[in-house]
């Protein structure tokens, strides 16, 4: 079975400080790795995904495959990130689930 | 491009009726999700068309929602009859190949 859990609602951090969101998932075969994000009043929207390796807006994630995790992270927050982000995972039958979200607060 | 469409945005109704929801995908996008996010949740999957075929829908209440994709654009989400625990946002979605998400932005269901 699929599942994504992000075991964080509510993660609160002062501006210029570390993130990390994190997510967990369980798949047995090769998955794909997303991560959304729902800032006020916007619609979800794609923020990166793991197999284009690349950084948006400061974030970075990493599949590990040995732990089941893709960790969403940034080194320096900034007050602009403040927003719902949802882990989703790609598998059999390509569907796409999610997981509960977590709402990042960066605090000014 | 244009983005997804959906309508209506907002719908209030008592429960035991019925309510319909339309999306329009973005062009050329072969396949279509609707999500369910009840407040406080993450979307959960109802049903994903691949064009006008419907490729998952194990977690779509059978008995009172149905859904359809006629020619492969457009698409409807119907509940009938609604219960109080359908009050959520449903989301409508397309990609193109199965992969990265567009999302609409929403029709907020909520049952009396």
């Known amino acids: 079975a699929q599942r994504v859990t992000q075991p964080e609602k509510l993660l609160s951090v002062f501006k210029g400080a570390p993130v990390e969101l994190k997510c967990n998932y369980s798949?047995?075969?090769?998955?794909?790795l997303f991560w959304y994000v729902q800032y006020s009043r916007q619609r979800l929207q794609l923020l990166l995904r793991?197999?284009s390796r690349e950084s948006i807006k400061g974030f970075t994630a990493d599949l590990n495959k040995g732990e089941t995790s893709f960790h969403l992270k940034k080194p320096f927050a900034q007050e602009e990130d403040s927003a719902m982000y949802y882990c989703?995972?790609?598998?059999?039958?390509?569907?796409?689930?999610f997981g509960a979200g977590t709402r990042l607060f960066v605090k000014a | 491009e244009a983005g997804v469409a959906q309508s209506p945005r907002y719908k209030i109704i008592e429960k035991r009726q019925s309510v319909a929801f339309w999306c329009n995908p973005i062009?050329?996008?072969?396949?279509l999700y609707w999500y369910q996010q009840i407040l406080g949740q993450g979307p959960k999957l109802l049903i994903q068309?691949?064009?006008?075929?419907?490729?998952?829908d194990s977690q779509l209440p059978k008995d009172r929602f149905s859904a359809e994709r006629l020619k492969g654009v457009d698409s409807t989400l119907k509940i009938q009859p609604a219960k109080l625990e359908d009050s959520a946002v449903y989301l409508c979605?397309?990609?193109?190949?199965?992969?990265?998400?567009?999302f609409g932005a929403g029709s907020r269901l909520t049952v009396l």
């Open positions: 979605a397309s990609s193109l190949e199965a992969n990265v998400l567009t």
């Open positions: 798949y047995s075969g090769s998955p794909e």
């Open positions: 793991h197999i």
């Open positions: 989703a995972l790609r598998g059999g039958g390509f569907k796409t689930i």
């Open positions: 062009s050329g996008h072969a396949t």
């Open positions: 068309f691949q064009n006008n075929g419907v490729v998952d």
